[in-house]
């Protein structure tokens, strides 16, 4: 044996694949199974009861004895959470765990764009891998069911489907890289206001083709590692530990071999999380010591109270291996899968991917006259306006806050890009929020002004007045009520005056541009009188250089809205038919809660504006470029087949402008004669194509039974009725450019 020859031997036996030696649990090239049967036989009561719950504020601790290792997790979903002390959400204080702070989710679901999720995935999951982390805590993908839901902005829109196809790469690029996502929050936490004590009350049909098909595809075509179960409940009990989603679905009807953990102080009852399908618990009393005498943890619902329940033969250790064995199976494939790459943070290619991201996902809501791009021919002088165009927005909002290694602000941004040839002035408008500050994560920006709000306006019609172009920065911004987690939004009315202001520039200056920064929809009563909006989301360190590149036309977007823009609350189903939030009721403890009833049902975001034939401010998928599209006539392979066929649509789409662009083509499926009332249509396809000037490519989708069927509540089980179906190929849910009927025998 030479050198190398010993060398490589001390490595195998130190990976465990040769030596007999080695324990099963410890050697990798043994089935995953073999090695979590073998861990669990060789732990002691103790062990397995630890290895549930959590140790600090995210991590739990493994099997020291055995050299099982700690699982440590992080939020997510936008970007890796600074570090916080042991048992406090306070900040550490290290100095190197700024992150790179990608675009909200709502913005990558804006992209429609599954390459975009799986590079989005890839890039976070390297981070949190460089930061050893086992589980980010994303990606977010409950429905949008309200514009006032302050969480939005860290979901993927309205509509199951592309919330589905979205999160898809997005697990599979975090899981490459040996970490798991927590895809979160299971299920129906769909509003922040009484977070913990909403009680939806939704029909099977409902819950099974709105709310749990993007958690579905997340499961199981995704393959992701672990799940969140919410603070919400459903039907009377806590999401988190709740047996109809937990056990009969996700475990049962999915067959998903994951481990469920709780949201944060999620658990209240140690009995219902037992059985109710909980795997892991984490945060709860979570001001960490509360109710510790050496150690709060021991304290946790699943810590002491559920091994004495044990000792004295109130449960069973069923449950408990059940759940010991999910979270073996997620220590493996992260935390000790030895496969796994290093990781990177902070590197050009998550700067870059964030820029791109960020550029593809930015919508271009209206542009009349052709204002944007920028014409450097036409404009010289720019009038910026906004408290948004100068505010760092990567901290604020909740958990998803980040420690950033920097941000670009829109200002910065325009003025890279345009700063040299371009004159560009800047004034505030009017003052929001000014606190830049979260768990001691500070932007270190003063944004105080104590000048009176018509003092604001003054200066900022002035500007307007004298400038060829106006660019206002506005919409919310992550402070309470503002897209921020545990408020809802009061109202989709802009704050801070900003609707006046609108108006008032737009007196002074017809060429306005409004920049809507938020993460959900907000009522837009100038939008006739604007000539170019953008929704332009949260789009993390490189905002302003991404808005630069859209408003410059280096980028020419591509985006469309993820979700239904609405004129007013009164176009939503939830807020026209539903209750929202809820009516006071009790729990089965006797505690306060709020029943929801979700009486809108299937008809969420455009499904709800085709049955009422309403006009939103702008439609579900519609999104604007620089350059046209032309669709041509939409044809079907067959017309006839069985509902085991596959129906193959295509479409040639044409660029008919003058600059090269990509156009989001979108399939929606009509049943127009079913046994039950179905929507008017529901997206099932959607693909970006690129076209250079004057090139026409042919985009073709597959429809299969999924495509077709509805969940029939009585069978209990999806059903493809045979007769007749349209596909309709749409630039928007509002603008169907061509129709193919086919029927199903
Ligand atoms: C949030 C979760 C988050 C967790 C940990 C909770 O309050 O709802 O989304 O992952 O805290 O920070």
Redesign the pocket.
């Known amino acids: 044996m030479n050198k190398t020859h010993l060398f490589l031997a001390a490595s195998l036996f130190c990976a465990g694949s040769i030596s007999a030696d080695v324990p099963v649990y410890l050697d990798d090239s043994q089935p995953l199974e073999k090695r979590v049967e073998d861990a669990l036989a060789r732990m002691t009561l103790k062990e397995k009861i630890d290895i549930i719950h959590a140790q600090s504020k995210f991590s739990a601790p493994g099997v020291p004895r055995l050299g099982i290792s700690e699982l440590w997790c992080t939020?997510?979903p936008m970007g890796v959470r600074p570090e916080v002390l042991w048992d406090e959400w306070e900040q550490a204080s290290w100095t190197n765990d700024s992150c790179t702070a990608f675009p909200s989710l709502t913005c990558l679901a804006a992209t429609w764009d599954p390459e975009l999720s799986r590079l989005y995935g890839k890039s976070i999951g390297e981070e949190a891998r460089f930061r050893n982390k086992a589980v980010i805590?994303g990606p977010g993908i409950n429905i949008y069911r309200t514009p006032l839901n302050g969480r939005n902005f860290e979901y993927m829109g309205e509509d199951p489907y592309l919330a589905g196809r979205m999160a898809v790469d997005y697990v599979k690029g975090v899981q490459d890289n040996g970490v798991a996502v927590c895809v979160?929050?299971f299920a129906l936490n769909n509003n922040e206001i009484n977070r913990h004590t909403s009680n939806p009350i939704v029909d099977d049909r409902t819950l099974y083709e709105i709310y749990l098909p993007a958690f579905k595809a997340a499961a199981i075509d995704g393959g992701a590692w672990s799940f969140?179960g919410g603070?919400n409940l459903f039907r009377g009990e806590h999401a988190s530990y709740n047996p109809i989603l937990m056990n009969d679905i996700l475990k049962g009807e999915w067959n998903w071999d994951g481990a469920v953990i709780s949201?944060?102080g999620a658990v209240h009852d140690t009995e219902t999380a037992v059985t109710g399908g909980l795997d892991m618990e984490f945060?709860s009393w979570t001001n960490g010591l509360t109710n510790g005498v050496s150690n709060a943890y021991d304290n946790y619902w699943l810590a002491n109270p559920y091994l004495e329940g044990i000792k004295s033969g109130k449960y069973s250790e069923k449950e408990l291996n059940d759940k010991v064995r999910r979270v073996l199976r997620l220590t493996f494939r992260t935390a000790m899968n030895r496969n796994r790459p290093w990781g990177s943070m902070g590197s050009d290619e998550h700067k870059a991917a964030c820029r791109q991201i960020g550029g593809e996902g930015i919508v271009l809501l209206q542009n009349k006259g052709g204002l944007l791009p920028i014409d450097p021919a036409k404009v010289k002088k720019i009038a910026v306006v906004g408290e948004n165009a100068i505010k760092m927005m990567t901290v604020g909002g909740?958990?998803s806050s980040l420690k950033a290694a920097y941000e670009i602000t829109p200002l910065q941004g325009l003025r890279n890009r345009f700063g040299k040839d371009f004159d560009i002035t800047y004034s505030r408008g009017y003052v929001g929020d000014t606190l830049g500050d979260y768990n001691g994560v500070k932007t270190n920006q003063d944004l105080r002004d104590f000048r009176t709000p018509e003092e604001l306006r003054a200066e900022a019609v002035d500007a307007a007045s004298k400038a060829d172009i106006v660019l206002f920065f506005g919409g919310l911004n992550k402070a309470n009520h503002n897209d921020a987690?545990d408020s809802d939004r009061l109202s989709m009315e802009l704050p801070y005056g900003q609707d006046e202001l609108i108006e008032a520039l737009v007196k002074a200056n017809p060429n306005l541009v409004v920049v809507n920064i938020s993460g959900t929809g907000v009522a837009m009563p100038w939008a006739s009188k604007v000539p170019a909006i953008l929704q332009a989301w949260y789009l993390g360190n490189e905002t302003g250089n991404a808005l630069a590149d859209v408003i410059s036309g280096d980028v020419n977007p591509s985006g469309k809205l993820p979700y239904t823009y609405y004129a007013d609350l009164m176009q939503c189903g939830a807020h026209k038919l539903g209750e929202y939030p809820g009516t006071p009721a009790k729990d089965k403890f006797g505690n306060d809660i709020f029943d929801i009833p979700y009486n809108e049902g299937i008809y969420v975001g455009y499904r709800f504006i085709d049955k009422n034939k309403l006009k939103p401010t702008f439609p579900f998928g519609h999104g604007l470029s620089y350059t046209t599209f032309k669709y041509g006539k939409a044809t079907v392979d067959k017309t006839t087949g069985s509902a085991a066929d596959t129906f193959t649509v295509t479409v040639p789409v044409t660029n008919t402008g003058s600059r090269k662009g990509s156009e989001i083509v979108e399939l929606y499926i009509s049943d127009p004669k079913a046994s039950v009332d179905r929507p008017v249509k529901e997206l099932k396809g959607f693909r970006k194509v690129a076209l250079m000037p004057g090139e026409t490519k042919t985009v073709s989708f597959e429809i299969g039974k999924d495509d077709l069927s509805f969940f029939d509540a009585k069978k209990h089980e999806w059903v493809c009725e045979p007769g007749d179906f349209e596909a309709l190929i749409g630039a928007s849910s509002a603008d169907i450019r061509s129709k193919v009927k086919f029927a199903v025998k």
């Open positions: 939020d997510g805590l979160k929050h969140m603070y949201d944060w945060g909740g958990s987690e």
